[in-house]
Protein backbone atom coordinates (compact mmCIF):
# COMPACT_ATOMS: atom_id res chain seq x y z
CA UNK A 1 0.00 0.00 0.00
CA UNK A 2 2.84 2.31 1.03
CA UNK A 3 4.70 1.49 -2.43
CA UNK A 4 1.23 2.05 -3.95
CA UNK A 5 0.75 5.70 -2.36
CA UNK A 6 4.56 6.18 -2.89
CA UNK A 7 4.18 5.72 -6.83
CA UNK A 8 1.30 7.99 -6.79
CA UNK A 9 3.17 10.55 -5.32
CA UNK A 10 5.35 10.03 -8.14
CA UNK A 11 3.18 9.77 -11.09
CA UNK A 12 1.31 12.84 -9.71
CA UNK A 13 4.66 14.82 -9.23
CA UNK A 14 5.68 14.08 -12.82
CA UNK A 15 2.51 16.15 -14.17
CA UNK A 16 3.20 18.62 -11.68
CA UNK A 17 6.68 19.70 -13.18
CA UNK A 18 5.23 19.11 -16.50
CA UNK A 19 3.58 21.92 -15.80
CA UNK A 20 5.72 24.11 -14.45
CA UNK A 21 8.11 23.26 -17.73
CA UNK A 22 5.08 24.33 -19.79
CA UNK A 23 4.96 27.43 -17.43
CA UNK A 24 8.18 28.63 -17.97
CA UNK A 25 7.80 27.77 -21.85
CA UNK A 26 4.56 30.05 -21.72
CA UNK A 27 5.87 33.00 -20.21
CA UNK A 28 8.89 33.00 -22.36
CA UNK A 29 6.99 32.49 -25.83
CA UNK A 30 4.69 35.09 -24.42
CA UNK A 31 6.93 37.28 -24.73
CA UNK A 32 8.44 37.19 -28.60
CA UNK A 33 5.10 38.89 -29.49
CA UNK A 34 5.60 41.77 -27.21
CA UNK A 35 8.92 42.57 -29.16
CA UNK A 36 7.49 44.59 -31.84
CA UNK A 37 5.69 46.57 -29.35
CA UNK A 38 8.52 46.94 -26.71
CA UNK A 39 10.34 48.48 -29.14
CA UNK A 40 8.07 51.03 -30.53
CA UNK A 41 7.02 52.10 -26.96
CA UNK A 42 10.58 52.69 -25.76
CA UNK A 43 11.63 54.26 -28.82
CA UNK A 44 14.82 52.58 -29.29
CA UNK A 45 16.99 50.93 -31.95
CA UNK A 46 17.42 47.65 -32.27
CA UNK A 47 20.72 47.22 -31.40
CA UNK A 48 19.39 48.96 -28.59
CA UNK A 49 16.94 45.90 -27.91
CA UNK A 50 19.83 43.55 -28.97
CA UNK A 51 21.41 44.96 -25.64
CA UNK A 52 18.62 44.77 -23.38
CA UNK A 53 18.13 40.58 -24.58
CA UNK A 54 21.63 40.28 -23.98
CA UNK A 55 20.71 41.48 -20.34
CA UNK A 56 17.90 39.59 -20.35
CA UNK A 57 20.86 36.16 -20.68
CA UNK A 58 23.17 38.00 -18.50
CA UNK A 59 20.04 37.50 -16.24
CA UNK A 60 20.06 33.77 -16.98
CA UNK A 61 23.07 33.21 -16.52
CA UNK A 62 23.60 35.01 -13.06
CA UNK A 63 20.61 33.69 -11.07
CA UNK A 64 21.18 29.58 -12.60
CA UNK A 65 24.46 29.11 -10.20
CA UNK A 66 22.65 31.03 -7.46
CA UNK A 67 19.60 28.36 -8.12
CA UNK A 68 21.82 25.89 -7.97
CA UNK A 69 23.69 26.70 -4.38
CA UNK A 70 19.91 27.41 -3.06
CA UNK A 71 18.84 23.62 -4.57
CA UNK A 72 22.54 22.46 -2.63
CA UNK A 73 20.48 23.77 0.57
CA UNK A 74 17.08 23.88 0.69
CA UNK A 75 16.21 21.23 -2.63
CA UNK A 76 14.67 21.67 -5.89
CA UNK A 77 11.25 21.69 -4.73
CA UNK A 78 11.39 25.01 -2.60
CA UNK A 79 13.35 26.22 -4.81
CA UNK A 80 10.99 26.07 -7.62
CA UNK A 81 8.36 27.55 -6.12
CA UNK A 82 10.40 30.12 -4.83
CA UNK A 83 11.56 31.13 -8.25
CA UNK A 84 8.48 29.97 -9.95
CA UNK A 85 6.41 32.25 -7.70
CA UNK A 86 8.20 35.39 -9.02
CA UNK A 87 8.77 34.46 -12.67
CA UNK A 88 5.25 34.25 -12.97
CA UNK A 89 5.44 38.14 -12.66
CA UNK A 90 8.58 38.67 -15.42
CA UNK A 91 6.98 39.78 -18.03
CA UNK A 92 4.38 42.15 -16.94
CA UNK A 93 7.61 43.89 -14.86
CA UNK A 94 8.95 44.06 -18.49
CA UNK A 95 5.75 44.98 -20.09
CA UNK A 96 4.71 47.69 -17.65
CA UNK A 97 8.39 49.31 -17.55
CA UNK A 98 8.23 53.26 -18.99
CA UNK A 99 11.36 53.84 -19.67
CA UNK A 100 14.63 52.42 -20.74
CA UNK A 101 16.54 52.44 -16.93
CA UNK A 102 13.30 50.82 -16.14
CA UNK A 103 12.94 48.57 -18.49
CA UNK A 104 17.26 47.06 -18.52
CA UNK A 105 16.09 45.99 -14.84
CA UNK A 106 12.75 44.24 -15.66
CA UNK A 107 14.74 42.08 -18.32
CA UNK A 108 17.70 41.63 -16.40
CA UNK A 109 15.29 40.25 -13.41
CA UNK A 110 13.13 38.63 -16.15
CA UNK A 111 15.78 36.60 -17.56
CA UNK A 112 17.18 35.62 -13.90
CA UNK A 113 14.05 34.32 -12.55
CA UNK A 114 13.19 32.47 -15.63
CA UNK A 115 16.55 31.09 -15.61
CA UNK A 116 16.66 30.21 -11.90
CA UNK A 117 12.71 28.30 -12.46
CA UNK A 118 14.56 26.41 -14.95
CA UNK A 119 17.53 25.32 -13.28
CA UNK A 120 14.95 24.10 -10.53
CA UNK A 121 12.86 22.16 -12.83
CA UNK A 122 15.47 20.05 -13.95
CA UNK A 123 16.83 19.10 -11.22
CA UNK A 124 12.96 18.33 -9.95
CA UNK A 125 12.42 16.35 -13.07
CA UNK A 126 15.75 14.42 -12.14
CA UNK A 127 13.83 13.50 -8.71
CA UNK A 128 10.91 12.40 -10.78
CA UNK A 129 13.01 10.32 -13.09
CA UNK A 130 14.43 8.56 -9.65
CA UNK A 131 11.24 8.09 -7.90
CA UNK A 132 9.35 6.42 -11.40
CA UNK A 133 12.34 4.90 -12.53
CA UNK A 134 12.37 6.07 -15.63
CA UNK A 135 13.11 8.57 -17.71
CA UNK A 136 10.54 11.81 -18.03
CA UNK A 137 12.83 14.58 -18.81
CA UNK A 138 12.77 14.74 -22.78
CA UNK A 139 8.76 14.78 -22.37
CA UNK A 140 9.31 17.40 -19.85
CA UNK A 141 11.27 19.68 -22.43
CA UNK A 142 8.55 18.98 -24.58
CA UNK A 143 6.17 20.17 -22.34
CA UNK A 144 8.34 23.56 -21.86
CA UNK A 145 8.22 23.48 -26.35
CA UNK A 146 4.48 23.24 -25.56
CA UNK A 147 4.54 26.25 -23.69
CA UNK A 148 6.51 28.29 -25.99
CA UNK A 149 4.01 27.85 -28.63
CA UNK A 150 1.09 28.64 -26.82
CA UNK A 151 2.62 31.80 -25.28
CA UNK A 152 4.29 32.61 -28.99
CA UNK A 153 0.96 31.86 -31.14
CA UNK A 154 -1.83 33.31 -28.80
CA UNK A 155 -0.24 36.42 -28.02
CA UNK A 156 0.40 38.13 -31.09
CA UNK A 157 -3.61 38.58 -31.66
CA UNK A 158 -4.43 39.00 -27.75
CA UNK A 159 -1.58 42.43 -28.32
CA UNK A 160 -3.63 43.47 -31.19
CA UNK A 161 -7.18 43.10 -29.85
CA UNK A 162 -6.47 44.29 -26.52
CA UNK A 163 -3.09 45.65 -26.09
CA UNK A 164 0.29 44.96 -24.38
CA UNK A 165 -0.72 45.61 -21.32
CA UNK A 166 -3.66 43.59 -20.94
CA UNK A 167 -1.97 40.55 -22.71
CA UNK A 168 0.50 40.54 -20.11
CA UNK A 169 -2.05 40.73 -17.48
CA UNK A 170 -3.50 37.66 -18.83
CA UNK A 171 -0.15 35.93 -19.33
CA UNK A 172 0.36 36.37 -15.69
CA UNK A 173 -3.11 35.02 -14.01
CA UNK A 174 -2.77 32.24 -16.50
CA UNK A 175 0.60 31.56 -14.92
CA UNK A 176 -0.64 32.24 -11.54
CA UNK A 177 -3.52 29.34 -11.67
CA UNK A 178 -1.21 26.93 -13.53
CA UNK A 179 1.10 27.05 -10.64
CA UNK A 180 -1.13 26.81 -7.75
CA UNK A 181 -2.44 23.68 -9.60
CA UNK A 182 1.17 22.62 -9.66
CA UNK A 183 2.15 23.57 -6.48
CA UNK A 184 1.20 20.53 -3.83
CA UNK A 185 2.35 18.04 -5.75
CA UNK A 186 6.09 18.92 -6.88
CA UNK A 187 7.77 15.99 -5.54
CA UNK A 188 10.39 16.90 -2.88
CA UNK A 189 13.95 15.16 -3.79
CA UNK A 190 16.16 13.66 -0.59
CA UNK A 191 16.88 16.19 1.98
CA UNK A 192 20.22 17.75 1.03
CA UNK A 193 23.07 17.58 3.27
CA UNK A 194 23.80 21.37 4.09
CA UNK A 195 26.95 21.21 6.34
CA UNK A 196 28.72 20.29 3.03
CA UNK A 197 27.53 23.51 1.16
CA UNK A 198 27.70 26.13 3.80
CA UNK A 199 29.24 28.43 1.08
CA UNK A 200 29.05 28.72 -2.48
CA UNK A 201 31.91 26.99 -4.18
CA UNK A 202 32.23 25.13 -7.81
CA UNK A 203 32.18 21.68 -7.95
CA UNK A 204 35.80 19.99 -8.24
CA UNK A 205 35.25 16.86 -10.24
CA UNK A 206 36.15 17.68 -14.10
CA UNK A 207 33.08 15.28 -14.93
CA UNK A 208 30.62 17.72 -14.72
CA UNK A 209 32.06 20.21 -16.49
CA UNK A 210 32.54 18.01 -19.54
CA UNK A 211 28.57 17.37 -19.88
CA UNK A 212 28.81 20.72 -19.36
CA UNK A 213 30.38 21.49 -22.67
CA UNK A 214 28.73 18.79 -24.39
CA UNK A 215 25.48 20.61 -23.52
CA UNK A 216 26.76 23.94 -24.82
CA UNK A 217 27.82 21.92 -27.68
CA UNK A 218 24.18 20.57 -28.26
CA UNK A 219 23.15 24.06 -27.99
CA UNK A 220 24.59 26.09 -30.17
CA UNK A 221 23.22 24.53 -32.96
CA UNK A 222 20.21 24.96 -31.94
CA UNK A 223 20.64 28.85 -31.31
CA UNK A 224 22.07 28.72 -34.79
CA UNK A 225 18.83 27.61 -36.64
CA UNK A 226 16.95 29.91 -34.18
CA UNK A 227 18.54 32.95 -35.14
CA UNK A 228 19.84 32.47 -38.69
CA UNK A 229 18.08 30.08 -40.52
CA UNK A 230 15.96 32.11 -41.75
CA UNK A 231 18.67 34.82 -42.92
CA UNK A 232 20.45 31.57 -44.49
CA UNK A 233 17.74 30.77 -46.82
CA UNK A 234 16.50 34.10 -47.93
CA UNK A 235 19.87 35.68 -48.68
CA UNK A 236 21.94 32.82 -50.01
CA UNK A 237 19.34 30.66 -50.93
CA UNK A 238 17.14 33.40 -52.40
CA UNK A 239 14.08 32.44 -51.23
CA UNK A 240 10.98 34.17 -50.20
CA UNK A 241 10.67 35.71 -46.21
CA UNK A 242 7.66 33.04 -45.61
CA UNK A 243 9.64 30.23 -46.78
CA UNK A 244 12.35 31.10 -44.77
CA UNK A 245 10.69 30.82 -42.01
CA UNK A 246 9.69 27.44 -42.09
CA UNK A 247 12.63 26.44 -41.48
CA UNK A 248 12.74 27.02 -38.12
CA UNK A 249 9.27 26.37 -37.30
CA UNK A 250 9.62 22.68 -39.16
CA UNK A 251 12.88 22.47 -37.12
CA UNK A 252 10.71 23.40 -33.80
CA UNK A 253 7.72 20.53 -34.16
CA UNK A 254 10.24 17.84 -35.47
CA UNK A 255 11.96 18.43 -32.18
CA UNK A 256 8.62 18.70 -30.04
CA UNK A 257 7.32 15.81 -31.37
CA UNK A 258 10.53 14.04 -30.97
CA UNK A 259 10.98 15.08 -27.46
CA UNK A 260 7.59 13.32 -26.32
CA UNK A 261 8.72 10.20 -27.43
CA UNK A 262 12.11 10.21 -26.45
CA UNK A 263 11.51 9.00 -22.79
CA UNK A 264 10.36 5.84 -24.82
CA UNK A 265 13.55 5.40 -26.55
CA UNK A 266 15.60 6.63 -24.14
CA UNK A 267 14.15 3.63 -21.47
CA UNK A 268 14.42 1.20 -24.24
CA UNK A 269 18.11 1.83 -25.42
CA UNK A 270 19.67 3.94 -22.60
CA UNK A 271 20.95 7.00 -22.36
CA UNK A 272 24.04 6.55 -24.20
CA UNK A 273 22.83 4.99 -27.04
CA UNK A 274 20.16 7.59 -27.55
CA UNK A 275 22.82 10.38 -27.58
CA UNK A 276 25.07 8.54 -30.15
CA UNK A 277 22.25 8.04 -32.65
CA UNK A 278 20.64 11.48 -31.81
CA UNK A 279 23.93 13.30 -32.91
CA UNK A 280 24.60 11.58 -35.64
CA UNK A 281 21.39 12.29 -37.03
CA UNK A 282 21.84 16.21 -35.95
CA UNK A 283 24.84 16.33 -37.74
CA UNK A 284 23.79 14.73 -40.80
CA UNK A 285 20.63 17.06 -40.76
CA UNK A 286 22.99 20.30 -39.87
CA UNK A 287 25.70 18.78 -43.31
CA UNK A 288 22.77 18.65 -45.66
CA UNK A 289 21.43 21.84 -44.95
CA UNK A 290 24.84 23.15 -45.14
CA UNK A 291 25.28 21.84 -48.11
CA UNK A 292 22.11 21.64 -50.47
CA UNK A 293 21.06 23.97 -52.52
CA UNK A 294 17.69 23.67 -52.85
CA UNK A 295 15.64 25.52 -50.32
CA UNK A 296 13.54 22.87 -49.77
CA UNK A 297 15.71 20.50 -48.95
CA UNK A 298 18.05 22.80 -46.35
CA UNK A 299 14.04 23.14 -44.72
CA UNK A 300 13.55 19.15 -44.43
CA UNK A 301 17.31 18.63 -43.31
CA UNK A 302 16.71 21.11 -40.15
CA UNK A 303 13.86 19.32 -39.43
CA UNK A 304 16.00 16.01 -39.80
CA UNK A 305 18.72 17.67 -37.00
CA UNK A 306 15.74 19.08 -34.96
CA UNK A 307 14.58 15.19 -34.85
CA UNK A 308 18.61 14.33 -33.05
CA UNK A 309 18.63 17.63 -31.53
CA UNK A 310 15.45 17.17 -29.26
CA UNK A 311 16.76 14.40 -26.77
CA UNK A 312 20.43 15.36 -26.62
CA UNK A 313 19.70 18.22 -24.51
CA UNK A 314 17.55 16.58 -21.82
CA UNK A 315 20.13 13.84 -22.16
CA UNK A 316 22.88 16.15 -21.08
CA UNK A 317 20.63 17.86 -18.06
CA UNK A 318 19.87 14.26 -16.54
CA UNK A 319 23.44 13.04 -16.74
CA UNK A 320 24.54 16.54 -14.80
CA UNK A 321 21.53 15.98 -12.28
CA UNK A 322 22.61 12.75 -11.75
CA UNK A 323 26.50 13.14 -10.79
CA UNK A 324 27.87 10.88 -8.31
CA UNK A 325 28.64 12.48 -5.58
CA UNK A 326 27.31 15.04 -6.07
CA UNK A 327 23.85 17.10 -5.38
CA UNK A 328 21.37 17.16 -8.50
CA UNK A 329 21.15 20.71 -8.09
CA UNK A 330 24.67 21.42 -7.85
CA UNK A 331 25.71 19.43 -11.10
CA UNK A 332 22.39 20.61 -12.56
CA UNK A 333 23.19 24.54 -12.27
CA UNK A 334 26.78 23.51 -13.88
CA UNK A 335 25.24 21.83 -16.81
CA UNK A 336 22.35 24.01 -17.87
CA UNK A 337 24.33 27.80 -17.26
CA UNK A 338 27.28 25.96 -19.65
CA UNK A 339 24.62 24.78 -22.28
CA UNK A 340 22.46 27.83 -22.19
CA UNK A 341 25.85 29.96 -22.22
CA UNK A 342 25.77 28.16 -25.79
CA UNK A 343 22.45 29.99 -26.75
CA UNK A 344 23.72 33.12 -25.17
CA UNK A 345 26.75 33.51 -27.01
CA UNK A 346 27.20 31.76 -30.18
CA UNK A 347 24.39 33.63 -32.02
CA UNK A 348 26.82 36.60 -32.22
CA UNK A 349 30.06 34.52 -33.21
CA UNK A 350 27.87 32.96 -36.09
CA UNK A 351 26.98 36.20 -37.40
CA UNK A 352 30.36 37.40 -37.57
CA UNK A 353 31.70 34.15 -38.72
CA UNK A 354 29.29 34.10 -41.72
CA UNK A 355 29.61 37.87 -42.75
CA UNK A 356 32.90 36.56 -43.58
CA UNK A 357 32.51 32.73 -44.63
CA UNK A 358 28.83 32.56 -45.37
CA UNK A 359 26.49 30.55 -43.40
CA UNK A 360 27.11 27.12 -45.31
CA UNK A 361 30.65 26.34 -44.17
CA UNK A 362 29.42 27.79 -40.75
CA UNK A 363 26.33 25.17 -40.39
CA UNK A 364 29.03 22.54 -41.37
CA UNK A 365 31.20 23.67 -38.64
CA UNK A 366 28.48 22.72 -36.31
CA UNK A 367 27.78 19.75 -37.94
CA UNK A 368 31.37 18.67 -36.50
CA UNK A 369 30.24 20.00 -33.65
CA UNK A 370 27.47 17.50 -32.99
CA UNK A 371 29.57 15.03 -33.83
CA UNK A 372 32.28 15.17 -31.40
CA UNK A 373 28.89 15.30 -28.84
CA UNK A 374 28.71 11.46 -30.17
CA UNK A 375 32.21 11.06 -29.34
CA UNK A 376 31.10 12.12 -25.84
CA UNK A 377 28.61 10.31 -25.32
CA UNK A 378 29.91 7.74 -22.88
CA UNK A 379 29.57 10.90 -20.15
CA UNK A 380 25.98 10.53 -20.66
CA UNK A 381 25.82 7.16 -18.46
CA UNK A 382 25.14 8.90 -15.28
CA UNK A 383 21.74 9.91 -17.10
CA UNK A 384 20.89 6.03 -16.53
CA UNK A 385 20.08 6.51 -13.03
CA UNK A 386 19.79 3.86 -10.39
CA UNK A 387 16.21 3.38 -8.87
CA UNK A 388 15.12 5.92 -5.51
CA UNK A 389 14.16 3.43 -2.79
CA UNK A 390 10.62 4.30 -1.65
CA UNK A 391 10.51 6.58 1.68
Request: with cysteine.
Amino acid sequence: MRASASMQSATAGRWAVATMFFINGFLTGSWAPQIPVFLVRLDISKFTLGVLILGFGLGALTFMPLAGYLMSRHGSRAVMRGFGAMAVFGLLLVAAAPNMPSAAVAMFLFGGLVGGMDVAMNANAVAVERRLSRAVMSSSHGFWSLGGFAGGALGGLAIQTFGHLVHAVAVTGIAILLLAAAWRHLVADPKPVARTHRKFSLPGTPAVYLVGLMALMSMVPEGAILDWAALYLKQELGTDLATAGLAFAFFSAAMALMRFAGDAVRNRFGAVATLRVSSLLAAAGMLAAALSPWPWLVIAAFAFAGLGIANMVPIAFSAGGNQPGMAPGTGMSVVTTMGYSGILLAPSAIGFAAEHVGFSPVFAVLAGLLVVVCLMSELARAADFSPQPAE
